[in-house]
Nanobody, 116 residues
Framework: QVQVEESGGGLVQAGETLKLSCSIS????????MNWFRQAPEKQREFVAT???????FYADSIKGRFTISRDKANNIMSLRMTDLRPEDTAVYYC??????????WGQGTQVTVSS
């Protein structure tokens, strides 16, 4: 079992930078990859970024070049650094861990609001 918890959300103005963190606990050796998703009001949850156990990353086109995903295995933290934020980035951001076996672990989410 793995538990994840997001933090770092807030209200920022367009063009500013924000860094989200996801603290990880439990059987971290069973994690295959970790991901950020987001869900804007009245929209479906969408993929943002992923990082696998070897550090390889992949990003959604909408945020490519602006967001950077990273993982500090020693401290069990995954991060999402978001630069040049836009109003359309406003959403609840969720941390997710896909495991070797069993259902994925999800956090409760952290709200990011970008004002124009």
């Amino acid at each position: 079992q793995v538990q994840v918890e997001e933090s770092g959300g807030g209200l920022v103005q367009a063009g500013e930078t924000l860094k989200l963190s996801c603290s990880i606990s439990g059987k971290t050796a069973t994690i295959v990859n970790m991901n950020w998703f987001r869900q804007a009001p009245e929209k479906q949850r969408e993929f943002v970024a992923t990082i696998d156990r070897d550090g390889r990353t992949f990003y959604a086109d909408s945020i490519k070049g602006r967001f950077t995903i990273s993982r500090d295995k020693a401290n069990n933290i995954m991060s999402l650094r978001m630069t040049d934020l836009r109003p359309e980035d406003t959403a609840v951001y969720y941390c997710n861990a896909n495991l070797v076996a069993g259902p994925p672990s999800w956090g409760q989410g952290t709200q990011v609001t970008v004002s124009s």
